[in-house]
């Protein structure tokens, strides 16, 4: 501990005998000299040191006082040139061997007491203390509501702003795709989803099976309850037209048109991780959800539906694979995550029967039932299972829908019977991912439920339930850390009903499509694709078109 506050007491001498000017006229070297004496005895300093620091203080000592004309050095004398002479620098030769001039009015101080020393090393360690709580105290008035602060970015999780107790997150998309349909001949089928009947070659510009998205979700806690209020906007880049399906109807390539906007999230959450959490508003449904969500062509084209006249968005693999989950008003709850598995369960807005064959069908005639009707809500429930086998990362999912529907309406029913269906389905669907691989296998199956998408075509004409099944299997390799390949084959199939003969009706969509996905940034995804989708109906006719398409999507 000694040699330490020595050390320290030789720092500030030298410190201060190298810049700091000094007050008295008169330089004592005897303590200074004694001093380093001492600490090179104790072997604090070295030979090298020792001389150095000696050499410096000769060079640099003080002057003497006018009056004397002299000082002693180690009882040695010391002679300046006296500053009245005009001379700049004195001489000195002592028992050291060393000789040097001196300032005029320049001293040495020959330091303090040890004890002065301990002092103002206690006095830095306090000052240093103080600097840190004043750290501490600055970093603290950063945690107030008046300062906004930002999480650390995480590429495809949006920006995310913390306003005191509120967090509010900023996340979308936008993609662009030039799409090159050829149809490959046909005959029409109604229901179908292929484009090869219509006997053009077609080009767009368009968005894919996603549109644009902006979503903002705010969230919060408040008396131990996470609350959040999610709102996402889904413009698309292609002209919209007013139709059956609003922003989704197909688009109108003409001069003036204005692109349309999909407000399909609106929604509030409230819970926690004890007791769960509620869920009211407007949000994607839970049967076919996870179908659409693991679907690789999310991020592509698929099958384009009509690409002379683009809409929102392509069919991807809707309708050839999974019946669209569709964005439903609902009262939802979701459990807690227990040992992987997790359930879901809640009430949505009841939709109609809708007869979409009569829709894709040139010749108009009477398909399907429809029904406006509903005294009921529909019900959804969902289960999931994540765990991970070794290396095989696993997703198992299942749900199920069931929704009355009343007073149906069509060209074999009448009116009197007041006929209604009580439509059900269930799927069932895993995502596999081992290195590098990726495998989604998915089945579904209804009664009343239809095609394509919710009750499109799952009543026939005379009232009866007609008998729906689908599926779709998914491969994908990552080539490489930003280059993926994936290759996917599906199928829906809608079957006839009871006394049911429409041989125009469409049995089966079915399409395969390969894709390859690069990343150039965090950003911005390069896409390729091609895609073959064939219509087939339970008579005579079928239709097939190919499409290739490139473009890019943005998530940030």
Known sequence: MASKKAALLVTFITASVSGLPMVSPTAWADDYSDLLDVLRAKGSLTQHEYDTLLAKHLHHGAAATPDSGATRHAGRPVHVASASHGAQYGTV????????????????????????????????????????????????????????????????????????????????????????????????????VSSGSSGFDSSAVRNGLLPAGFILKMSTRQQGIDISAVMGMYPGINNAKNGAFNANTGGSPVGLGTAGIDFRQVYVTFGNSDIGTFKVGRDLAFFGGDAILNDATLLSVGATGSNSAPGNTSLGRIGVGYVYADWIPQISYTSPKIAGVQGAVGIFQPLDEFNYADATNSVVSHYSATSTQHSSPMVQGKVTYDATFGKVQARIWASFLIQHQQALQGAEINAAMRRGAMVEAGDI??????????????????????????????????????????????????????????????VSNLYQ??????????????SIIGAAYYQLTDWLNLVGEYANTSSAAHGPNTQSDNTASCGVILLF
């Open 93 to 192: 030769a002592d028992g050291h061997g060393v000789s040097s001039g001196y300032e005029p009015g320049i001293r040495f101080d020959p330091g303090s007491s040890e004890i002065d020393a301990t002092s103002r090393a206690e006095n830095a360690a306090s000052r240093a203390q103080l600097s840190a709580q004043q750290a501490q105290a600055a970093l603290a008035s950063l945690n107030t509501s008046d300062i906004v602060r930002v999480d650390k970015y995480v590429a495809g999780k949006g920006i995310t702003f913390k306003a005191g107790p509120i967090n509010i997150n900023l996340s979308g998309f936008i993609n662009g795709f030039y799409t090159y349909n050829s149809p490959a001949g046909g005959r029409p089928v109604a229901g179908g």
């Open 429 to 490: 669907g895993a995502k596999l991912t081992y290195g590098p691989f990726e495998g989604v296998a998915y089945y579904y199956r209804g009664s009343g439920l239809g095609t394509t998408a919710l009750f499109f075509d799952g009543v026939a004409a005379n009232g009866r339930k007609r008998a729906s099944e689908g599926y779709y299997v998914q491969a994908a390799y990552h080539a490489t850390k930003r280059l993926k390949l994936v290759g996917s084959y599906g």
């Open 497 to 510: 009903a009871p006394g049911e003969a429409s041989t125009m009706l469409v049995r089966r969509n079915q």
